[in-house]
């Protein structure tokens, strides 16, 4: 057998297992914890609680006497409660664009005292949003708001 150790040697195929040495350390040998598959209620993860989150849809718009049909306040309170809301100030723009200008304004600085973020999704449609909300979109453009 020896001959046939001294062949594989050559050609590099010497048994790793001579090389091997066994090293032991004074002190007490630990254990080592062997692999245990967990049980399923290690598995499950919790989630946290969602509240029911609802995404107001506004519409404001001017009577043919020039009086208003919203109210900048129940707006408000829809962020002031981190509700999300989609604004679209189209018809009130057709009539009277100062006014829109106006609420949209109004809106930005209510977000703005929440940390919320304000999207324009169209020329007169936006999206005010609390910090709770994210948002992602390819046609959204984020208007700054402090």
Same mark, same amino acid.
């Given at each position: 057998?020896? @001959?046939?150790?001294?062949?594989?040697?050559? =050609?590099?195929?010497?048994?790793?297992?001579?090389?091997?040495?066994?090293?032991?350390?004074?002190?007490?040998?630990?254990?080592?914890?062997?692999?245990?598959?967990?049980?399923?209620?290690?598995?499950?993860?919790?989630?946290?609680?969602?509240?029911?989150?609802?995404? @107001?849809?506004?519409?404001?718009?001017?009577?043919?006497?020039?009086?208003?049909? @919203?109210?900048?306040?129940?707006? /408000?309170?829809?962020?002031?409660?981190?509700?999300?809301? *989609? =604004?679209? *100030?189209?018809?009130?723009?057709?009539?009277?664009?100062?006014?829109?200008?106006?609420? *949209?304004?109004?809106?930005?600085?209510?977000? /703005?005292?929440?940390?919320?973020? *304000?999207?324009?999704?169209?020329?007169?449609?936006?999206? @005010?949003?609390?910090?709770?909300?994210?948002?992602?979109?390819?046609?959204?453009?984020?208007?700054?708001?402090?």
């Amino acid at each position: 057998m020896s @001959f046939l150790n001294g062949v594989w040697r050559m =050609l590099g195929a010497e048994d790793e297992h001579e090389h091997e040495t066994m090293l032991e350390y004074p002190g007490e040998a630990s254990a080592v914890k062997s692999y245990e598959p967990e049980t399923e209620a290690e598995r499950i993860i919790s989630m946290p609680e969602v509240e029911n989150a609802t995404l @107001f849809v506004v519409r404001p718009a001017l009577d043919d006497h020039g009086g208003s049909n @919203f109210s900048l306040k129940q707006y /408000a309170a829809y962020l002031m409660t981190r509700q999300a809301m *989609v =604004l679209d *100030v189209n018809e009130l723009a057709a009539k009277n664009m100062d006014e829109a200008r106006r609420v *949209v304004d109004y809106l930005c600085g209510v977000v /703005a005292a929440v940390d919320g973020t *304000v999207w324009e999704v169209t020329r007169n449609i936006f999206i @005010f949003a609390p910090s709770t909300v994210a948002l992602a979109g390819d046609k959204l453009r984020q208007i700054e708001v402090s």
